[in-house]
């Protein structure tokens, strides 16, 4: 059985040479797209976007490298930059037919969120982020036996190969991990959903791997030069995240003011997984920064 977000249309879009994402578009009014994390898919957003839909049109494609989207060969450093996911997402709303539009991540996808943002000010006219920090403050914030907790950030930044075939190996359980440990309340990832996730993450494992890899490289020297600049979002950004300061030692706020002239920065209750375990919610946050 196809899982699809009810009432949404489904298009393969041309975006970037040969790749083609998948992408479910529904809703009218104000465009918002939609950016799924790891290890998901747009589906993530199953609740979220049915809701916006009664009035945004709201676009949720699978990231190149995810999902059913393409999955190209990483030729080179740049294929999965967060720039070139971003540049995705640009191309892809032109041909929708969208010259601007408001735009939310959530983990993976939050990043190339905070990238579109960066490099598209007058495309990308609303921002929110949920549960994480830019790439550049995540690096500088794990260390010593706290960073752990990030343990597959570092394999997966290793060179091509070894992380390939241990998570090939043992992809479910790899993977599952994630969605077990993150959670604060599984029911919110039905078996259906799990199933799925795991499926397209299993048949991604070189893509997911060179996004990663992406973050401990190319992204970081994208992250620099930025700060180097003084570049800044421009727009309003709203920033929903766990409460993991006190646990690993630093003060999420403090660290995204820097990036944000127009910052609403919140901590939620809910686990990792907000847009599922708490839509109403995520809900509300983008409703609130959509008046904003």
Request: hydrophobic share 45%; aromatic share 8%; net charge negative.
């Amino acid at each position: 059985m196809t899982i699809t977000i009810p009432g949404f249309d489904y298009q393969r879009v041309p975006v970037d040479g040969d790749v083609t994402l998948n992408v479910a578009v529904g809703g009218t009014g104000s465009p918002i797209m939609l950016l799924h994390g790891f290890p998901q898919t747009h589906l993530m957003w199953r609740h979220v976007a049915v809701d916006l839909a009664t009035d945004h049109t709201v676009i949720c494609p699978d990231l190149r490298g995810y999902g059913a989207s393409d999955k190209p060969d990483a030729r080179n450093a740049d294929t999965y930059s967060k720039r070139t996911m971003a540049a995705d997402l640009v191309t892809l709303a032109g041909r929708l037919g969208h010259e601007s539009f408001a735009l939310a991540g959530h983990d993976r996808g939050a990043l190339v969120a905070i990238r579109a943002g960066l490099d598209h000010p007058a495309t990308v006219t609303r921002l929110a982020v949920l549960d994480v920090l830019p790439t550049l403050d995540m690096w500088d914030i794990l260390h010593g036996s706290s960073a752990a907790v990030a343990f597959h950030l570092y394999l997966m930044a290793q060179p091509p190969g070894l992380p390939e075939q241990m998570i090939s190996a043992s992809a479910d359980a790899f993977f599952g991990y994630f969605l077990d440990v993150w959670a604060q309340d599984p029911r919110a990832i039905p078996a259906e959903l799990r199933t799925e996730y795991l499926k397209a993450s299993r048949e991604a494992v070189p893509s997911i791997v060179a996004d990663y890899r992406a973050s401990a490289g190319i992204d970081i020297e994208h992250d620099r030069a930025d700060r180097a600049a003084g570049h800044r979002l421009s727009m309003p950004v709203t920033v929903v995240q766990q409460d993991w300061g006190a646990a690993l030692g630093y003060d999420a706020a403090a660290l995204w003011h820097p990036w944000a002239a127009d910052l609403d920065h919140r901590t939620t209750s809910a686990g990792h997984f907000m847009a599922e375990e708490a839509p109403d919610e995520i809900i509300s946050v983008l409703r609130a920064l959509a008046a904003r």
